[in-house]
């Protein structure tokens, strides 16, 4: 699972920018899957086949990352730029981003007084031309970047940037991989969208296509295990987390008994989440058409939208276990 | 005068029906169909016998305005406002309230009376109120209710070569736009949308799209050009003059690069002039389009517009001259190719 997991949090998947992932994925699911397809917006909607009378279950996890995206070119040749979801300013000073082109470059500030102006109106990114036209020549108003950053390989721990949502993305690869051979009664939709992180956009229409009977998104949650703490009852290696609640849905009751039940029997460790900020796909997803029943399995995840993002190996490889049981038994 | 004849007409989101009733005339020798639906939207249609591809062109007919919300015992009338607006521009303008248009203006305490600081302060939304010329609570009832909706006065005028001043060009040159290019033959189906209450929330789209359910929307907007004193050149987002500007992203959509490579090729081959939208912030119709159903290939084109919200915009007449070209070029390729092909 950590080839993958470092294939897939070196890429390059800004918001709208999902290109290069989503071939990546298509590459490592296609031979498993009965059908794939990629909609309007540039979802993966990859299907295993169920017995014909079973329901259909859609698993979602995003493929975007937060990113920025460039609004205007001076004419030094500097890059200045918009965020692309929930950018925390202060981590982006110093730190170094690519495009989908390959060109690269380091974000800095002018001159600060202290480090409570730092605004991202007075961030830019400097890729190391001397003028409009030679930056013109890499970069376009409205391209995006990403941030450019390889995985650490702490041993159980794993940081990398993006592993919201690149982790989900991988326990979705890896329960294709274990499923694709065993017969099972559902139809399971492995569901890779994009434009979570700017207002769970993919979800929202992948789920209207799909119809499912079930809706599980894959996602990072907030750790609560570091000094002074966000206020979350959520720790690294003790599960993956249930969601009960954050701010785009309330758990649905049956879809929270399920997936304790399911955790309980299966021997499953297991955490409950109760967020106070934040959302997932999972929060498009059951209110498409007449309301879908979703749940969302939360990865814990410390220091979420930094550079270096980090969870437990164990927690991912629990999620995967717990996601191929629910599917068995709803 | 078509711009002329738009913008002067009143508007403000919820309350429609003047500039509804305008557009109906302007379009019914040019359409197939025409159909209000419950919250509003125009929805004209042309060839919706024809198969392929259908073609949503969207434009929003409701401008931002304020709402009377209590009578004073002195006969001054509070209000709140309906969009989004910059309280400094509302001192001292000529208001019109309610169907029968009370003609009123806004007030605020005199200049000789307030306090040194109190200069120095924008004046908020609280300290503002409408005059009407009434001297009680009770004269002031007789024309007015709570509720009525505020539209600005302004008349529309040409100034220099190519500019011309008025309120609302945000968003009736869309509207504009859509009238001329209904005048035109295209050979796919075309379903043009006025929709209502944009400026709350992009509220009249969302139904709209799903009734007509199309497979490419395309939305003409009035976007935002801060070309101006004390504006740095990173921030003016559009330059009047510039051509019409094409997003790339804003808060409720990231461009489709297909469609703006699309545009941009048209722009190119015909030479017209196209800007980038230098800017993420606002949002529009395309917004909640883009996301219907299983998701619509939505692009968005806009004129240039200073002064945007308030009483006074200015527009730049050969961007809207070239906006109008290419959306027509846009309907008619798009009609060559049964869709967007690239």
Redesign the interface.
């Known amino acids: 699972m950590k080839n993958i997991i470092k294939k897939f949090v070196e890429a390059y998947a800004p918001?709208?920018n999902e290109h290069q992932l989503r071939e990546m994925i298509i590459q490592e699911i296609t031979e498993y899957v009965d059908e794939l397809r990629v909609?309007?917006?540039g979802n993966i909607i990859a299907v295993k086949k169920g017995s014909g009378k079973g329901k259909r279950i859609m698993f979602a996890s995003h493929m975007d990352e937060i990113g920025l995206?460039v609004?205007?070119i001076?004419k030094n040749g500097f890059l200045?730029f918009?965020?692309?979801g929930g950018i925390k300013v202060h981590n982006l000073v110093g730190e170094r981003i690519h495009f989908a082109n390959g060109t690269k470059g380091v974000i800095n500030s002018e001159e600060l007084k202290s480090w409570k102006d730092v605004d991202i109106y007075k961030l830019f990114i400097d890729i190391g031309v001397t003028s409009k036209d030679e930056a013109e020549k890499l970069v376009?108003?409205?391209d995006s970047c990403g941030i450019l950053r390889d995985i650490l390989d702490l041993g159980n721990r794993i940081v990398a940037k993006s592993l919201d949502d690149r982790i989900g993305c991988a326990i979705l690869v890896e329960m294709i991989h274990k499923i694709h051979h065993i017969k099972m009664n559902n139809d399971i939709y492995f569901t890779f969208t994009v434009?979570e992180e700017?207002g769970l956009?993919g979800a929202?229409?992948a789920a209207?296509?799909i119809s499912p009977d079930l809706g599980i998104a894959v996602d990072v949650t907030i750790a609560g295990d570091t000094p002074e703490p966000p206020k979350v009852d959520i720790h690294l290696g003790k599960g993956p987390a249930i969601k009960l609640k954050d701010v785009s849905m309330i758990t649905n009751p049956t879809v929270k008994k399920l997936m304790i039940e399911t955790a309980i029997k299966y021997q499953i460790p297991y955490q409950l989440e109760v967020l106070p900020y934040g959302g997932t796909d999972a929060g498009a997803i059951h209110l498409t058409k007449d309301g879908i029943l979703s749940g969302c399995i939360s990865i814990p995840c410390r220091y979420v939208h930094s550079p270096s993002e980090m969870i437990d190996l164990q927690d991912a490889m629990h999620a995967v276990q717990l996601g191929i049981k629910i599917a068995e038994e709803f | 005068m078509l711009l002329k004849r738009l913008t002067e007409a009143n508007g403000v989101s919820g309350n429609e029906s003047e500039i509804r009733k305008i557009i109906i005339d302007e379009i019914t020798p040019y359409v197939d169909n025409i159909k209000i639906d419950v919250i509003g939207n125009i929805i004209a249609s042309k060839n919706s016998h024809l198969s392929g591809a259908k073609l949503m062109i969207a434009a929003h007919m409701d401008e931002v305005g304020l709402m009377i919300v209590s009578i004073e015992n002195n006969g001054l009338l509070k209000f709140r406002a309906v969009g989004g607006i910059d309280n400094r521009v509302l001192v001292s303008k000529h208001v019109v309230i309610g169907e029968n248009k009370i003609n009123g203006i806004i007030g605020a305490k005199a200049i000789h009376l307030q306090k040194r600081n109190e200069r120095t302060i924008p004046l908020a939304m609280e300290q503002l109120y409408i005059d009407i010329g009434a001297k009680t609570k009770e004269e002031a009832e007789k024309n007015i209710k709570i509720g009525d909706y505020v539209a600005f006065v302004s008349e529309y005028l040409e100034m220099g070569d190519d500019y011309a001043k008025g309120k609302a060009f945000d968003d009736r040159v869309g509207c504009a736009v859509l009238i001329e290019i209904l005048k035109h033959q295209f050979d796919m189906p075309i379903y043009a949308v006025f929709t209502v209450q944009e400026e709350i929330g992009l509220r009249g789209a969302t139904v709209a799209a799903y009734t007509v359910n199309p497979d490419l929307a395309l939305i003409i907007e009035g976007t935002t050009a801060s070309d101006v004193i004390g504006t740095d050149s990173k921030y003016y987002v559009t330059q009047l003059g510039k051509g019409p500007a094409i997003s790339i992203m804003d808060r409720g959509m990231i461009a489709n690069p297909i469609f703006n490579k699309y545009i941009t090729n048209i722009a190119n081959n015909y030479n017209i002039p196209l800007q980038i939208r230098e800017g993420a912030t606002g949002g529009n119709d395309a917004g909640k389009i883009h996301l219907h159903k299983e998701g619509i290939i939505t692009g968005v084109i806009s004129i240039p517009v200073r002064y945007i919200h308030s009483t006074n915009s200015v527009i730049n007449l050969k961007d809207y001259q070239n906006l109008i070209v290419l959306t027509k070029l846009f309907v008619e390729e798009v009609s060559k190719t049964k869709g967007l092909k690239i």
Do not use: A, E, F, I
């Open positions: 918001p709208g909609d309007v917006l995206m609004t205007h001076d200045r918009s965020p692309m376009n108003v409205g434009q700017v956009r929202k229409t209207y296509s």
